[in-house]
């Protein structure tokens, strides 16, 4: 949208995060379903906190100024996502995704120094699943998403020459979701849904590890869960409560 400008994370599988009117990355508020699933790493909203995979989005919009009430927590842009949820019907997607270093050409700076090309591939698969468990009154959505990656990467420090090398950063991710929905009369319905990613990441190389040596690892482990209960009270009336959790477990 006009206004709006990506920062995307390149030395890590961490999430992106997005700037709304020249405001800070801070000033976007994540949600999901209704919930927040924002990271705080910085003290404020530096991106989603649990990443959530494309196949289990439903609904998406981006708001960037005069937003009701029910969005807080932000002066900028709200980033809001609604996950799938089954149906009466059975409905499944499956895709799988493969590139590897035969597809690739060599980095220019690792071609100068003539330097190995590293061994770099990426293989993304996953699925979905939705459907009842009881017709007309309870349905479930899976959502399984695998992500295995070699990100290559070249190191040229023209004062050290003999410290030059090519490597790769090794990402390994899982991402499950998990979403039931019950009616339970014609007044009230509720719905929990579970979101989960880890993702360990092997040989990060940033601006503060330029040698195989300093090569640093991360482990990280994002999970956000919501429950929703929606009743309708009377005629005029409709209520929506909402608990949710979000979390992080992080260690380089």
């Known amino acids: 949208l006009p206004g709006t400008t990506a920062t995307l994370s390149t030395d890590s599988f961490g999430a992106d995060s997005i700037r709304v009117n ?5 000033n976007a508020n994540y949600m999901l379903d209704g919930a927040g699933n924002n990271d705080n790493f910085n003290n404020g909203n530096g991106g989603a906190q649990a990443r959530t995979p494309v ?3 439903q609904e998406f919009q981006l708001l960037t100024g005069q937003f009701d009430a029910e969005f807080g927590s ?3 842009g709200v980033v809001n996502a609604v996950s799938k949820q089954g149906t009466n019907a059975f409905h499944g997607v499956a895709f799988f995704f493969n590139q590897n270093e035969s597809m690739t050409s060599l980095d220019y700076f690792a071609k100068q120094q003539g330097l190995a090309k590293p061994e770099a591939q990426q293989k993304q698969w996953g699925g979905n699943l939705g459907g ?3 017709k007309n009154k309870l349905h479930f ?3 399984l998403e695998r992500i295995d990656q070699n ?3 070249t190191i040229n420090i023209n004062s050290r020459p003999e410290l030059n090398f090519t490597d790769f950063t090794h990402d390994n991710v899982w991402n499950w979701m ?3 929905d019950h009616q339970i009369n014609a007044s009230n319905t509720w719905a929990v849904r579970w979101l989960r990613e880890t993702s360990p990441q092997s040989n990060q190389y940033t601006l503060t590890t330029y040698t195989k040596p300093r090569a640093e690892e991360e482990q990280d482990t994002d999970w956000t869960m919501v429950g929703t ?3 309708v009270v009377g005629s005029t009336r409709v209520n929506t409560l909402k608990l949710s959790y979000t979390h992080e477990d992080v260690f380089f």
Not at 22 to 26: D, F, L, N, S
């Open 132 to 134: 009842p468990i009881i």
């Open 74 to 76: 932000t002066s900028g």
């Open 178 to 180: 998990v979403r039931v």
């Open 141 to 143: 959505f899976a959502n």
């Open 151 to 153: 990100r290559a990467r």
């Open 22 to 26: 020249g405001q800070a990355t801070q």
């Open 229 to 231: 209960l929606n009743s």
């Open 55 to 57: 196949e289990a989005v």
